[in-house]
């Protein structure tokens, strides 16, 4: 029997500044948890149409029966409703925030509400207290606040910090929630709406233990695959160079995004490479809770700030996505300057991948004349020439600091339909592009993605298989299709994806049978299946059609490895999709 | 020759806490990070690192000294043993461990003594920890 503390989800409400503990074991045994889970707490919890600023709008948390138990099973998925593009919002972290969730005693956390003043969320074991945090409200940096709830809070090094920096407390639709300060629940706003909530962070940390069914299965079990993730060299992608590892090989195929993407090779690709930033800024790896591979990478830029060797150091994490949107997507080629650019951009609480891909439009934009001196503010950003200039519009998005940077504020579709350049306003179902131009298989994946992102179904691996060896638009749909199902039975366990390589259905269902869960790769596949469908209906019911979603025409320019993409062949993948997945009822083409 | 868990190579570690998991599966057949001999915390801020607190099995142990009940004898070599049945849940012991080895276990209201198994060292991806004899570093 799965030991009963995961079935506990506590509801948390900021209006009436109250919780209860209810049992939900019939939504954990039935979608194990995770992504599963957190989409029938969504739909039970959302009302319909919701403006997702108002209080009704839920931020749900949840964590699945293989957290803490397995190494990598060390992430917790966040849902509510996406500000950015006004249906699914999905996010997910690891940091300590699964292990901590789950050692306090629940499986998931469901927040409704709102305070009328800032506040935070404490969360000892079954101790749940909503504090004051007018004082944190404003404060700079995101990293400043987790210095302070650090000192005051139970449970140092075993507890997650999770909070949010100005940009969520300015409703910018693609603020992220810092999480022990170089984690983060990134893409489509959950900033935000912690924000519209007046909630600026919540801590928890636990001190239970979670008993294991067949403790001698468990054990042999957990060796294997402890024994397989470390010493197979299945993980040191991860590990060596971290997702930074991207930068050249995508570069050399044609694939790295760059100056909004009228490029996909950047010159000074070598500048910000992987191999460059572990070279000469990597000071330290550092791991999730329960993870021994170790994926988070942390550079060390020193800066001189006054004659006589002064020197400020900055610690600032890094990884391919940031590397894309902040650094080839602006033009940026001095490491220090990406460095200095990213840090800012965290410490604000923004998005990285959607703020530098809404200031790489906003380049274009003023470059071709739809905006002026006037709508930046004196700005003059010009690919990757200054980068205080990118600093300066990253802190005025974060602000909202007139009318263009709050357009910029509310996603980058948003601010080119009032000031134009749609053509190249490069979002995905409302979401700005990951940084993979490889062909037609990730962006028909961001098109139609629940997240509108590559980690929904990973098209960009589907294309270089594909430049390997010939294949059918047909069967690139179909894997998108097996992926995405895939992925939702990992994410509703909640294992990182990092370690898809190991954590296959059959050793999923392995791993599952000493906690007491008997399934079979099939029964997996379909909960996968279903939890696709059920993503699905919530976008649907809240206004998204993949038949009428927007393809910008610089996708449609720019060739890919695979050649140039063509927009009749892709929306004839996206109805393959539509079809292939059997979402033909939820996704009619009249709505 | 009696062994110990020592920490050899601090800076080298992550804070997968894969150690602390490894001990509380071994010593109690559970998931826990609070019931572990070992510990490992954070020094400030991740970004500083890492301390890993663990039983250095001292020769002449102060917990021993502070056991009024001989629940803690002195093990052959250094470190301690515990007699669970002789404790009396005065806690004296780890206000005597001054790097705070001796872990409470607020559930059972008793101390978590290492056992000197070594299993925490094996799941260690970078050799942070190791199992040798005590008195080594003297040694060498």
Partial sequence: MMDPSLYNVLYIDLTERKYEVQERRDLFEKYLGGTGVAIKLLEEECPKGVDPFSPDNPIIFAVGPLTGLYPLASKTVAMFKSPLTGNLGESHAGGRSAVAIRLAGYGAIVIKGASKTPVYISIFNDQVKIKDATTLWGMRSSYAVGRVLREVEPGAGKRTIMRIGIAGENLVRYANVVVESYRHFGRLGLGAVFGSKKLKAIVVAGTRSVKIDDLKAYMKVYEEIFRSLTETGVMSKYHVLGTAENVLPLNAMGALPTRNLMQTRFELAENISGEALAEKYLVRKIACTHCPIGCIHLASLRIAFAPGHEYETLIIPYDYEPIYSLGSMLGIGSVEGLLRLIEKVEGLGLDAISTGVAMA????????????????????????????????????????ANEFYSALADGVEFAASKYGGLDFALACG??????????????????????????????????????????TKEEMVRQIVEEERFRNVLTSLVICLFARGEYKLERVVKALEPVGIKTSSEELMRLGAEIQKAKASFKAREGYSPYKVRIAKRFLETPTPLGKLNEEELRSMIKMYIEMAGLESIYTSSN | MSYRVSVVNIERCIGCYSCMFACSRLRFGEVSLAKSAIQVKSAGGIERGFVIVVCR???????????????????????????????????????????????WDEERGKPIICRYCGFCTKFCPHDVIVFEPVGRELLV
């Fill in chain 1, 361 to 400: 439009w906003a380049t274009e934009a003023y470059q071709r004349g739809l905006i002026s001196d006037k709508e930046t503010m004196g700005l003059k950003p010009n690919w990757g020439e200054d980068v205080e200039v990118y600093i300066r519009m990253a802190e005025r998005i974060a602000k909202r």
């Fill in chain 2, 57 to 103: 099995a001292c020769v002449d142990p102060p917990c021993v000294k502070s056991c009024p009940t001989r629940a803690l004898t002195p093990r052959p070599g250094g470190g301690v043993i515990f007699d669970e049945s002789k404790c009396n849940s005065c806690k004296s012991c780890y206000e005597a461990c001054i790097v705070r080895a001796v872990v």
């Fill in chain 1, 430 to 471: 409302g979401n700005e592009v990951p940084g993979y131009h490889t062909g037609p298989a990730a962006l028909v994946g961001f098109l139609v993605g629940p997240r509108h992102s590559h980690l929904d179904s990973a098209g960009y691996g589907i294309d270089q298989k594909a430049l390997r060896s010939l294949m």
